[in-house]
């Protein structure tokens, strides 16, 4: 595997259900993202982890919950969930959170579906 | 909050066509990035621009780092069916990763 992996790539999922996004960089990055991409709107940062700290929590309501376990990993956990909640989740990593010319290369990501 | 304005939103054009799009801001920013995302995919990294005034190609495509910092703009020479997807600047202020992107020109190309 190379880049940045997304697993499942789709979902749906029942507003009472409870699913896991998984995402896995294979970059020897540290630092880590959540987007959320919605139809007409731009991208939209969720969380960040910096060697496997958060970092950011953009006001995202806690029916999302964030899990770095180590610096190749990040889990989005979902419980819940509410038909707004339906978009394109992006992972993106980049070598740390300090900025310039560190840039950020993005996962295919999870289409989820919530009914 | 900050916000980028691209524009335009779509386009269509013929194949062999240049294309040219833009995107700008009320702030000054540091770093524009030009990503693009085909359906179904992520966005990838076309083009990062670290200095106003700076004009990177990455083969067919140009991107420039407008003077005032405010803007930038991305051509595409002899366009191919293959460029068709969103097209995302994205700025950076400051000296943190955090960015700002832009809503995207959706780029369709006919034969």
């Known amino acids: 595997e190379t880049g940045v992996t997304q697993t499942p790539r789709h979902l749906v999922m029942g507003m009472t259900n409870k699913k896991s996004l998984k995402c896995e960089q294979h970059l020897g990055h540290n630092a880590m993202y959540w987007y959320k991409q919605s139809a007409k709107k731009p991208l939209e940062l969720m969380f960040v982890?910096?060697?496997?700290?958060?970092?950011e929590n953009n006001s995202v309501p806690s029916r999302f919950s964030p899990e770095c376990p180590n610096s190749s990993h990040l889990f989005l956990h979902l419980h819940t969930l509410q038909p707004e909640d339906s978009a394109l989740y992006l992972c993106?990593?980049?070598?740390?959170?300090?900025?310039?010319?560190?840039?950020?290369?993005f996962g295919p990501g999870t289409r989820l579906t919530v009914t | 909050g900050q916000q980028l304005n691209q524009s335009p939103q779509s386009m269509f054009i013929q194949e062999g066509e240049d294309v040219s799009m833009n995107c700008t801001s009320s702030s000054i920013f540091n770093t524009w990035l030009w990503y693009k995302q085909d359906p179904g995919e992520g966005p990838v990294l076309l083009i990062a621009l670290y200095k106003a005034g700076e004009l990177t190609s990455n083969g067919r495509l140009t991107a420039q780092f407008g003077i005032t910092r405010k803007d930038s703009f991305l051509n595409i020479s002899a366009s191919i069916p293959s460029d068709v997807g969103i097209y995302f600047c994205?700025?950076?202020?400051?000296?943190?990763?955090?960015?700002?992107f832009g809503t995207g020109t959706r780029l369709q190309v006919t034969l």
């Open positions: 994205a700025g950076r202020t400051g000296t943190a990763s955090k960015l700002t």
């Open positions: 993106a990593s980049s070598q740390d959170t300090a900025g310039g010319v560190d840039e950020q290369y």
């Open positions: 982890y910096n060697f496997k700290e958060q970092t």
